[in-house]
């Protein structure tokens, strides 16, 4: 989509785009090819394929939640920034937490973070079920695009979370019938299941509102061969 295609499309989920926002994914689209040269972050870097697939597909958790009404909110298997950075640049409000298990996509966001002029963001490089043990019951919000299978990244997620904070999950295909065990486990429930084609593309999206009714027990996150294992 080219920039006018992605304004009208996102302000179509309710947002009103600035011309800073636009030059910040503008920089950010030129960071992201620049530097994929060097390492291994995205195969999509054609900048309307960019802004579809990267940009505006990270806005669509908007259908999902109100963000100006969020504080927290911790990107899990971030990459190269989806959506965590894309929803930053929109929410300034956000009080953003990134994690990913690669050092190299940590070090690109910190070069994004700085070029963009981004405050309140915090890096983790660390496993999610890693940094899940220590830092329990502190985010409003989870988010996560194309991680694991979804038993999985719940087991991720819900520890993190606070109690009646939201886990939305961003998937292709709707695998949310596969979380049913791992959800009474983590006493979680779905509350919202939402189906959709991506504009232009029409290829399937799924968004998955999942709220978390009760603290976790600390046996969750097991560590990842467990995890591995056999998954909830
Ligand atoms: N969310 C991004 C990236 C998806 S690819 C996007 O939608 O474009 C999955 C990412 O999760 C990779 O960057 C990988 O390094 C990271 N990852 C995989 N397992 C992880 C784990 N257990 N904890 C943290 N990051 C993980």
């Not at 298997?77 to 930053?88: E, H, M, S, W």
Request: glycine residues 4%; aromatic residues 8%; charged residues 30%.
């Amino acid at each position: 989509m080219n920039i006018d295609e992605f304004k009208n499309e996102v302000e179509k989920l309710g947002i009103i785009v600035t011309e800073e926002e636009i030059n910040k994914l503008e920089r950010y689209c030129e960071l992201l090819k620049e530097w994929n040269e060097k390492i291994n972050l995205t195969t999509i870097t054609d900048k309307k394929q960019v802004f579809l697939k990267h940009f505006y597909d990270s806005l669509t958790i908007v259908k999902m939640i109100d963000l100006n009404k969020v504080d927290s909110l911790c990107d899990l298997g971030t990459g190269a920034g989806f959506p965590g950075i894309v929803l930053k640049i929109f929410f300034p409000n956000l009080n953003l937490t990134l994690v990913d298990a690669l050092n190299k996509r940590i070090n690109f966001l910190e070069i994004v973070i700085n070029e963009l002029y981004l405050k309140n963001v915090t890096l983790i490089h660390d496993r999610a079920e890693e940094y899940g043990k220590n830092n329990r019951e502190c985010f409003d919000v989870i988010t996560a695009r194309a991680l694991s299978s979804f038993p999985i990244l719940l087991e991720y997620g819900i520890p993190l979370l606070k109690v009646n904070g939201h886990l939305i999950a961003m998937r292709g295909l709707n695998d949310s019938n596969d979380g049913i065990n791992a959800l009474k486990t983590l006493d979680s429930k779905i509350i919202n299941v939402l189906e959709f084609e991506l504009p232009f593309e029409k290829s399937q999206r799924t968004l998955i509102d999942v709220i978390k009714l009760g603290k976790t027990s600390m046996k969750y996150p097991r560590r990842y061969a467990e995890i591995k294992k056999k998954s909830l």
